[in-house]
């Protein structure tokens, strides 16, 4: 006879029976995304976010959002929540608007940005900061707790 090699992990146990390393990890893996989707859709309920049929799916660090929301600024507002949230690398947007109004810019907070100098940049004028902060609550708590890589609404100045 004499000895034979396999690849220990490659298949599933003998029979068919039970599943292989392979499988397992990608089952655990869709587990800890539908976990992670299910608390995302939770948070944004708590944060009192009108958005009728909300769905978030997640695979990998991409985060998928469908569903209504009833203006612009809700809309932006999920996507910020979803994508400031650790292991989200790229929200992709499928949302509808139900009440259109125009859309915000983005502003990716680096190391020294205050809401003041946010607001010099986009409007001219640091006491400005305000509008922003506003425009960012309920996930913003407090205009000095901002942090790097955290992405934040300029909304249009009316």
């Known amino acids: 006879m004499g000895l034979f090699?396999?690849?220990k992990d490659a298949g599933a146990n003998i029979f068919g029976i039970g599943k292989s390393t392979a499988e397992e990890?990608?089952?655990a893996k869709l587990a800890a995304e539908t976990a992670a989707a299910a608390k995302l859709k939770e948070t944004v309920s708590d944060l009192s976010?009108?958005?009728s049929g909300l769905d978030i799916v997640i695979q990998g660090d991409r985060a998928t959002v469908t569903g209504a929301a009833y203006d612009q600024a809700t809309k932006e507002k999920v996507v910020l929540v979803v994508g400031n949230s650790a292991g989200i690398a790229t929200v992709d947007d499928q949302m509808t608007v139900e009440n259109p109004e125009p859309e915000a810019k983005f502003h990716t907070v680096v190391s020294g940005d205050t809401l003041g100098k946010i607001a010099?940049?986009?409007y001219g004028n640091a006491m400005k900061y305000p509008e922003i902060f506003e425009a960012n609550k309920p996930m913003l708590k407090d205009p000095d707790?901002?942090?790097p890589g955290q992405v934040l609404r300029i909304p249009v100045l009316e």
Do not use: E, W
């Open 25 to 27: 990890a990608a089952d």
């Open 120 to 122: 010099k940049t986009y």
């Open 5 to 7: 090699s396999f690849i």
């Open 49 to 51: 976010l009108k958005v």
């Open 145 to 147: 707790k901002i942090y």
